[in-house]
């Protein structure tokens, strides 16, 4: 069988060469200059622009983009189709189109005052344009908070000692914002104070696992249930049971309620902190990979325990008799890759925090080769476990902790330690992501009200309101939709966008100056518009329409759902289209005519243009 270690030395060597390489390329490429004052510091507000450290903006920006997806559904690829296929969309596609993606749309960002890609595209375009990819954006980030809530619900169920922990970890957040930013105390003893509590969180969630409801836990047989083994009628099983219900709608109320603090109050301090847990879990399962394979040993061999490949239609693994390879396995693995959602982080959040233009290539780019590294992580952690269980996010979630529970044995950590700290590692990539997502929903909002006119306005402007609304149409999609579909839309959606971020790149480029070239993001552009559009209508015609719904034995919640899933994907296929003839019109009417470019410094045109 074959060594996960080549996996990983493939994907450090493609990694390392493409940031070195491409990566100063497209700093240059973009004219990336010190001199230039950010946003952050130009609107600095204490609210939302706030100048952050690169170290603290990397954590945050690394934490919020490298959700559950990354680990999901290179795992849950590996399992339909072979691990070849998998690794090789990864280690290939990432470099050259996610890590893109991510620092095109913080330059673009960076010259257009922190804006949205929404903001960014109505430049060009209108503001038509600008509505229709705000309100694709918004209902991805609908999808990107309903499908993380469930998987950190099913998380803490599997691990409780990581819903232990987690709970802590958010706590000492909340004490170090306030330690940074109200009472100035220094930040280097501050990160040496709180990191060391945050890695304590792991001893006491070994310790003190809890649940919400249940009566038996096979990953923590001492597990404390505070609220008895039945639940009471409102608490919701989504298809698994009430422990996973409950914490999915606490994780929802956490999200609204985090969503609408200050930045420097949690989400500044808890992402700094939460990514040193992640750094640990990544880089340390990678190294523990390179001193298992030459060095020491591990509890099992570090072999691949499932098969390459199992064939262009998929395995037995599969949710569905046929799942294509093409286009299924580009929207299966989503995030390793590249990621819609990073665009809406990038120009949501991140433009607003970054000190130094040139600390975009590091954090853009840089961060996103980052979660690659992640979907590498987890495909190690699968090809260790192999297959146990049902596919899908049934074998995903508890293998990529039980897998990497074996690989950590290398440093003589035992894997009942190791094994909870992997799922308290995806439990704060997810925890920051989910809130992070409801946080941008409503920056879009904000922007497609405006200045408020009207009452109706004003209600849709308020942060609250509007985040309560993202929180419940959550909620209500996974009450009635079905894992697989829900995730696949999720990932089809969610590459879509990225598409359309990429479009939204080319236009500023092709903008920008007339000499620029197009290739580095017209190529990716072209791909992704194809794969995904193609993608999502398989999903509502073959596998919703045809297989859930006419083939199947549908209830009136599976007929609501299946009818509410191809209804968006249908809207988003129709918005997306719309959105890439109006961005070709304008690349080309730039290139046809004039001499001078529309924006001569990159940033936004001026009003004489």
Known sequence: MAGVIWIVALVLVLFSVAYVGYGRYLQQFVNLDDSRETPAHKYQDGQEYVPAKKPVLLGHHYSSIAGGAPIVGPITAALVWGWVPAVLWVAIGNPLL???????SLSSSLRHEGKSIGYIIGEYVGERGKNMLLWFAF???ILVVAVFALVIGIVFDGYPQAATASMLYVGLAFVFGFWLYQLNLPFSVGTVVFVAGIFATVWVGIQYPIALFGSSFENAPDTIVLFGETAPWFVPELGFNANVGAWVLVMLVYGGLASVLPVWMLLQPRDYLSSFLLYTGVGGALLAVIAGTFITSTSEPLTFQIDAWYGVLGSDNASYELMPLFPLLFITIACGTISGFHSLVSSGTTAKQLDKETDARLIGYGGMLGEGLLATVALCTIGVAGIAGAGGIGTA????ATGGGVILTAFGLPESYGAPFMALVLASFLLTSMDTAVRLSRYMVEELV???????EEYGANRYVNTSIVVIAA???LGTGSWEDLWLLFGGANQLLAGLALLTGTVWLANWDRSKQLMSTGVPLALMAVVTIIGLLWVAFYQVLYSRLLMGDPTIWTWIAGGGQIVINLTLIGLALSLLRMGYGNIKSSRGFGEEPVAA??????EDD
């Open 139 to 141: 209902l991805l980030t």
């Open 601 to 606: 410094d990159g940033g936004e045109p001026s």
């Open 475 to 477: 909620f209500l999609l």
């Open 450 to 456: 405006g200045t408020p006119q009207t009452s109706i």
């Open 98 to 104: 996610g890590a893109v993606h991510d620092f095109v």
């Open 397 to 400: 979630l508890p293998n990529f």
